[in-house]
């Protein structure tokens, strides 16, 4: 599956990543967590005091993704691997006000669509099929409840030692769903021709297998 590019777009916690991840296992293609690299340019403006100058924060910024046969998809920023610190709740409280910066948006979507470029890319996102890979050979809106993505996000914190509450989580997927469809650049959408998948109920294999089908 080398000469093709998979798009998986949709809301928070809706299982894109942990999909996309066994859809490029089981194909032998590459997995890009594009979520990760806005989490990295989010930990460095955390780390930098909240600057509001994002031209000078993204022109100061090295960003790369390498892969570990153990760990998978690492992120380096400025020459250090932070994908251990992506998940920390500051970073998922800022993530969606940074990505929504101009200066961001253009700085990650470039690298992204250089990485796509040869092809045998599994890509996820929320402007992936719209914006990153408009020609990519399938596309694939994922949704889910919000109770059920609060419960995702609540055990993959659990999983992490990351303390939250069922009930707050469900109130920050909300407010991030809001204000990813209407943010002015590259807002959360479903591509024309995505396929959508409601994930709600259903396991992490059956996702992966409906989806080699649509393939």
Same mark, same amino acid.
């Not at 929504?100 to 700085?107: A, D, L, W």
């Not at 992936?128 to 890979?133: A, D, H, P, Q």
């Given at each position: 599956m080398s000469s093709i590019n998979?798009? /998986?777009? $949709?809301?928070a916690a809706a299982g894109k990543s942990t999909i996309a991840k066994r859809v490029a296992s089981r194909l032998s293609m590459i997995y890009v967590d594009t979520g990760a690299m806005y989490r990295a340019i989010t930990y460095k403006y955390l780390q930098n005091g909240k600057p509001e100058n994002f031209d000078y924060l993204i !022109? !100061? %910024?090295? #960003?790369e993704l390498t892969y570990d046969e153990v760990k998978g998809q690492r992120i380096l920023l400025d020459n250090q691997d932070v994908t251990d610190y992506l998940r920390e709740n500051d970073v998922t409280h800022h993530v969606s006000y940074v990505a929504?910066?101009?200066? *961001?948006?253009?700085?990650a979507v470039k690298i992204q669509k250089e #990485?796509?470029?040869k092809k045998g890319i599994v890509m996820d996102g929320r402007d992936? $099929? %719209? *914006? *990153? /890979?408009p020609d990519a =050979? /399938?596309? *694939?809106y994922m949704i889910a409840s919000v109770a059920e993505r609060a419960e995702r996000r609540q055990k993959e914190n659990e999983q992490r030692g990351i303390e939250s509450n069922l009930e707050q989580l469900k109130e920050e997927i909300e407010a991030r769903d809001h204000y990813d469809m209407n943010r002015k650049i590259s807002p959360l959408q479903k591509a024309e021709d995505a396929i959508t998948l409601d994930t709600t109920g259903k396991s992490i294999e059956e996702v992966t !297998? =409906?989806?080699l089908s649509l393939l």
């Open positions: 998979i798009a /998986l777009d $949709g809301p !022109n !100061n %910024t090295k #960003l929504s910066k101009e200066p *961001v948006r253009s700085f #990485l796509a470029a992936i $099929g %719209t *914006v *990153v /890979l =050979e /399938l596309k *694939v !297998n =409906e989806i």
